[in-house]
Structures are given as C-alpha cells and as structure tokens.
C-alpha cells in the first residue's frame, strides 16, 4: 500500500518536500489557507491530490507535514485530529514541540535547505538533496525519531538531532545572522551610490539572501529574538575590534584572523558544486540550457562563460547547490548538450 503526505502550507518549502516523496513513491495531498496558492498549485500539478481544508487533506495520510510560517504551526497542532506521524519544518522552535504533544506521534524538524524565492513555482524536489535534516527530539519517542530520519534520508537529506534550544542557537548564527548581514549591507552599500555600481562577485554573494520574503524572515528573527540578539551583539564587538586593528593599522591581527577565518572555511563542506558543459557555436545552445533549468529547478549559485579560443562557443560553468549536481547534468544531457 503506498504512503500517503499530506502537506499543509503549500509555498517553496512544502511543495518541494511533496515533490521529493513523490520521487520516492509516496501519494501528496496539498492545502494552503490563501486561494492564490491553491489556484497555482491546480495550474502547477505538484500534487497528487489537493483539500479543501486540513481535515480532509489528514485523512487517510500516513505523513502530515505542517509547511506554514512558525506562527501557523500551533495554531494548527491544536486543531489536527490525526494517529499519522506529524513534522513540522518551522525555522524556529521554541514552544512547538510542547503544542505537539498532544498528538499521538509528533516530531518537529526542520530541512535546512532553501532559496532567496518563494512559492510553490520554484519547488523543486532536489532542494534538500545533501542538506542538512534537523530532526527534534523534545518530547518524541524513540520509534517516531528513528521513523522520521528514514523519511528524511529517502529524499536524501542527512538526518541530524538537535534540541529546540540547541537548534534555535545554531539557526541563529548560520541562518538568522547572515540573512541581518545581508540586509545591513545592503543598507550600508545604498548609502554609498558610487559603490553600488562597481559591486560584483563577493557583494552579490554576500547579499544574495537579502532578496528573501521579507514577511516570513521578519516572522522567523522576531521569534527567536533571545538567541538571535545574543549572536549579533557577540559578532558587533568582533567588528569593533576589526575596526580597531585596521584603524591603527595592526597587520599581525588583520592577518592572523584572516588565515584563520580561510583555514576553518576551507575546512567546511563546499557551498555549491560545479557543473560545466561545452556550448557549440551556434544558435539555441542558451536556449537549452534555459531549459534544462527550468526542468531540473535546481538553485544555481553562480555561473560563468569562458569563451573558445578559437572565438565560438565556450564552456559554461554552472554552480548549484550540493545534492543538485546530479539532477542538473541529466537536464542538461536531456536537452542534447555535452558536459565538460
């Protein structure tokens, strides 16, 4: 008998764990509250099935995936009336695993995997290919923990349990932190005209975050304002004292942190994987590279042309997230191109 997900909160994150289970056999039953959603869902076919209202889109489901903002998730756990196994994949945890206690079988989890888009027409099922799975244990039992890390690995992410404390602390720093950085500069490189327009590859980078829901990331920073607060009054001293040693002009400390700060990022897992593929000379080579992500969804990180020696063609290097490699270079081959 095949497996039956219901997701409820139907936008990037939702639809995109829908997609993944569908790959790997399950039945998806979708519902979101805003009617505009619902109505690109229909258009968008990314589920199996789509509920009028929560109840229905439950029943029968061996999976129920709560998919909204944090603020929706408790609301919700105490409405539902269900024996499945219930997740959901808020950003921040505190007083969620507490609500879901009344559940016959609950763990909170969150993938941590995610685009500067949103919505249910960038879902794409290779999002949390390779990423990171934070899998809750307050409150779970044994049995539905090690249930929800198989979900988890079938859709080839890497189960990970944490706390909810533990985990607000570490969102704070790898997640909260960078999406603050990436609107102060911003706002710092505005105040600044000339520079805005020589920005490039480290500031696109570096803000590439900034363009995210506003809505949803003022939810998620709101609440987990304690943690989150600690972080960025820790990383303002360190700025202070980066401040002091290039005003006084101490070279040793600007280059002892920087050799630091390069040794521990070399040391982490890369943050995207190149694809490369050799473009003819000749029209409609972009063309199907264009769909070839389109079809594949993946998230694209950057790319680059390098042009042919001989003045046509080139070679287009691709770079996509972890877990994405895999799903581009098929997309690609699909559309006739040859990899480099």
């Known amino acids: ?20 289970l569908s790959e790997v056999g399950w039945e998806t ?3 979101d509250p805003d009617p505009g959603v619902m109505a690109s869902l229909r258009d968008l076919g990314s589920f199996d099935a789509l509920a009028d209202t929560p109840a229905e889109a439950v029943a029968g489901a061996d999976l129920v995936v ?10 919700l756990l105490g409405k539902l009336q269900t024996t499945a196994l219930v997740t959901d994949l808020a950003g921040v945890k505190a007083g969620i695993a507490e609500a879901g206690q009344r559940l016959d079988h609950f763990v909170s989890s969150h993938p941590m995997a995610g685009r500067e888009v949103s919505g249910p027409a960038a879902a794409s099922p290779s999002l949390f290919r390779g990423a990171v799975w934070i899998v809750i244990s307050d409150g779970a039992v044994a049995e539905d923990l090690d249930r929800m890390e198989t979900i988890v690995t079938s859709v080839g992410s890497n189960p990970v349990r944490m706390t ?6 570490a969102v704070a720093v790898i997640s909260h932190l960078p999406q603050v950085l990436a609107a102060a500069l911003v706002g710092e490189a505005a105040e600044h005209p000339a520079g805005i327009g020589l920005a490039s590859g480290s500031f696109r980078d570096l803000t590439r975050v900034a363009a995210s829901n506003p809505d949803l990331w003022t939810e998620l920073l709101v609440g987990n304002g304690g943690p989150l607060s600690a972080v960025l009054e820790a990383y303002a001293d360190r700025l ?25 990022r070399r040391a982490m897992a890369p943050p995207a994987v190149a694809v490369a593929v050799a473009l003819a000379d000749q029209p409609g080579e972009l063309a199907k590279v264009g769909r070839a992500l389109e079809s594949s969804k993946v998230d694209v990180r950057d790319l680059q042309l390098r042009h042919a020696t001989y003045g046509g063609g080139g070679i287009l290097t691709l770079s996509v997230r972890p877990g994405e490699a895999e799903t581009l270079k098929s ?10």
């Open 164 to 169: 909810a404390a533990e985990h607000d602390d």
């Open 240 to 264: 202070h004292r980066w401040a002091a040693a290039v005003r006084e002009g101490n070279a040793d400390d600007v280059a002892q942190n920087l050799h630091r700060a390069g040794e521990i």
């Open 29 to 31: 039953v979708g519902w």
């Open 66 to 75: 709560l998919a909204g903002p944090p603020s929706s998730v408790p609301l």
């Open 1 to 20: 008998m095949t497996d039956q997900v219901a997701v409820l909160g139907a936008g990037l994150i939702g639809t995109s764990v829908a997609l993944s």
């Open 331 to 340: 997309a690609l081959e699909a559309e006739g191109l040859l990899l480099a």
